[in-house]
């Protein structure tokens, strides 16, 4: 009976999780997603990121999920402020909205619209490396 539940209990969580992918697998993803460039002056697409889309009430650190011209989900951004990035701040339990990782990227980035100040970018590709080309342009 134990392994019944477990199994039901399994099966019920991928199916969330499935269904919260999907929510967000394609352009525009459902409320509370904003489009970032109507919440502050940002192009609509930003070469190399791609069509970001954030829930303003977790700003600075996202998650900002990233879609290519195609309106295809292609990452998962977080912005994490250096002056957070410290011994006494933790960023625990960062989803992944859009599902599977291919693989990640980090880097530095000085300030934009919308946080103007220094962060890094936590990137979550949900593409292999040779698709990041799709946000290239």
Same mark, same amino acid.
């Given at each position: 009976m134990k392994k019944l539940a477990l199994a039901l209990v399994v099966t019920m969580a991928s199916s969330l999780c499935a269904v919260a992918a999907d929510e967000v697998t394609k352009s525009p993803p459902a409320a509370p997603? =904003?489009?970032?460039?109507?919440?502050?002056? @940002? +192009?609509?697409?930003?070469?190399?990121?791609? =069509?970001?889309?954030?829930?303003?009430?977790? @700003? +600075?650190?996202?998650?900002?999920?990233?879609?290519?011209?195609d309106g295809k989900l292609v990452s998962t951004i977080y912005m994490l402020p250096i002056k957070d990035l410290n011994p006494d701040k933790r960023f625990d339990d960062l989803a992944s909205p859009g599902g599977n990782v291919d693989h990640v990227d980090v880097y530095y980035n000085a300030g934009h619209p919308g946080v103007a100040e220094p962060h890094v970018h936590v990137v979550l590709w949900h593409v292999s490396a040779a698709d990041e080309a799709r946000v290239a342009k």
């Open positions: 997603y =904003q489009q970032v460039s109507k919440l502050v002056k @940002l +192009p609509d697409f930003l070469p190399g990121m791609g =069509q970001l889309f954030v829930d303003p009430t977790t @700003l +600075p650190a996202g998650p900002f999920l990233a879609y290519d011209h």
